[in-house]
């Protein structure tokens, strides 16, 4: 019989046996956040499981529950605050939900982690989540590795699917890759028949408090998403796995 790959399906003895084997566990940070009228709020975090599932299946690890809220959204990455649905939080809050989680996985006995952030606008407060957890743990002897998947992303893929116009990814919000990847992971998400050629009115290299709306969309997409297709989505899933996959056998001696 197949292993269980989600933590939240193991009754207790059955994951405390995998904790005793030092089998990885990963740890996904999204969000709950508009990505336009063609996509789901829960596209960070629908994108951070597909990736964490196939890289728990290729190392016999296990995912724990995401963290499906995320750091507010930016208008310049995000769209900002204003949509309905986009359900954020703030910096403490998610930083010191970050450092809760890991340090109890990691009273757990669980010494290899794999945070997924699936929400550009996370990083810092991850960073800081595992410090604090780490700062409190000691010296345990655990690893904690951190992966903003779209950085996994080859600059070939990159200039394939966007033939040399690349707008950047703080403007890639809902945008080709978006769209793409969950094409390739939960198609019957993706509502192709709304998709809009969207872009903000005014770009400037600032930022502006409270945001005009002539620099948000009113879509929620900040670039357009023609190029989009489930055939790039499964290559950029394949891609961003196997570098997943990669560095943990480095970094863990799997």
């Known amino acids: ?63 724990a529950p995401s963290l499906a809220y995320g750091y507010k959204s930016q208008p310049k990455s995000g769209g900002g605050e204003s949509f309905a649905g986009t359900t954020s939080l703030d910096a403490q809050t998610l930083l010191l939900q970050v450092r809760d989680v890991l340090r109890a996985l990691l009273r757990h006995g669980n010494r290899r982690l794999v945070l997924i952030d699936g929400h550009y606008e996370n990083a810092a407060f991850i960073a800081e989540g595992i410090d604090l957890a780490l700062r409190e743990n000691g010296s345990s002897g655990a690893r904690i590795l951190v992966f903003h998947w779209w ?33 390739a992971v939960n198609p019957t998400l993706v509502h192709w028949d709304r998709l809009v050629d969207d872009r903000p009115e005014r770009r400037v290299p600032y930022e502006i408090f409270p945001s005009p709306p002539d620099v948000i969309p009113r879509s929620g ?32 001696s799997l």
């Open 151 to 183: 950085e996994l992303i080859s600059q070939s893929t990159i200039h394939t699917i966007f033939e040399g116009n690349f707008p950047g990814w703080a403007l890639e919000h809902a945008a080709v890759v978006e769209t793409s990847l969950m094409a």
């Open 1 to 63: 019989m197949t292993e269980a790959v989600m933590m939240d399906e193991l009754t207790w003895p059955e994951y405390q046996e995998r904790v005793r084997n030092g089998i990885p566990v990963f740890l996904v940070v999204g969000s709950t956040e508009q990505h336009g009228p063609h996509l789901p709020l829960g596209t960070d975090v629908f994108q951070g499981l597909a990736i964490a599932r196939a890289a728990a299946e290729r190392t016999g690890g296990i995912v």
């Open 221 to 252: 997409v900040l670039s357009p998403a023609r190029r989009a297709s489930a055939d790039h989505g499964r290559r950029i899933l394949i891609e961003v796995v196997e570098d997943v996959v990669k560095a943990m056998q480095a970094e863990f």
